[in-house]
T-cell receptor
Framework: DAKTTQPTSMDCAEGRAANLPCNHSTISGNEYVYWYRQIHSQGPQYIIHGLKNNETNEMASLIITEDRKSSTLILPHATLRDTAVYYCIVRVGGAAGNKLTFGGGTRVLVKP | AAGVIQSPRHLIKEKRETATLKCYPIPRHDTVYWYQQGPGQDPQFLISFYEKMQSDKGSIPDRFSAQQFSDYHSELNMSSLELGDSALYFC??????????????FGEGSRLTVL
């Protein structure tokens, strides 16, 4: 699976949009971009994923550049409960049971 | 909605003892994953099962074994426990059906402390 690079940490203001970048310059054509987050000591939580088109759901938006070498997760209106470690993961879609590898996430602190 | 159930939530063992963690996936989910998370570390993938067969394997010690049963629940068995095995153990499930979208649903974890 392709390697990803994320900022170690970032702060954002409550009520403002949080833009979390991720670089995945070695991504392959059949690899998806996934975002998960982990609130302290809780199980990781799926946020969103995409292949090449931008995606939006009730939690966030995912913007993938045209060359697919980077992406941005957007939390439109950050709340204090969004404080967590956010993981950008690149993984081949397909066979059930394929592992998701967590590492090098961004620690996001939402401040009042 | 039903979630992934893990038991026990907390477990304290002595060195060289054995521990068993259980995971009950969301109904109709046929794929189970196990992760280990040490203090201050990222979750590390251990092993996964699809339709009761091992699907993928990560950095799982030889002292650990796991299986998925006919009702799709899974158990992680850990023997000859070491201090370094103290960690949060997460189980996750997903609907496989031969194609996995990558959306895993995680349980609340089992915290193992080895003294």
């Amino acid at each position: 699976d392709a390697k990803t690079t994320q900022p170690t940490s970032m702060d954002c203001a409550e009520g403002r949009a949080a833009n979390l970048p991720c670089n995945h310059s070695t991504i392959s054509g059949n690899e998806y971009v996934y975002w998960y987050r982990q609130i302290h000591s809780q199980g990781p939580q799926y946020i969103i994923h995409g292949l090449k088109n931008n995606e939006t759901n009730e939690m966030a938006s995912l913007i993938i550049t045209e060359d697919r070498k980077s992406s941005t997760l957007i939390l439109p209106h950050a709340t204090l409960r969004d404080t967590a470690v956010y993981y950008c993961i690149v993984r081949v879609g397909g066979a059930a049971g394929n592992k998701l590898t967590f590492g090098g996430g961004t620690r996001v602190l939402v401040k009042p | 909605a039903a979630g992934v159930i893990q038991s026990p939530r907390h477990l304290i063992k002595e060195k060289r003892e054995t521990a068993t963690l259980k995971c009950y996936p969301i109904p109709r989910h046929d794929t189970v994953y196990w992760y280990q998370q040490g203090p201050g570390q990222d979750p590390q993938f251990l092993i996964s099962f699809y339709e009761k067969m091992q699907s993928d394997k990560g950095s799982i010690p030889d002292r650990f074994s796991a299986q998925q049963f006919s009702d799709y629940h899974s158990e992680l068995n850990m023997s000859s426990l070491e201090l370094g095995d103290s960690a949060l153990y997460f189980c996750a499930s997903s609907p496989g059906g031969g194609w996995n979208t990558g959306e895993l649903f995680f349980g609340e974890g089992s915290r193992l402390t080895v003294l």
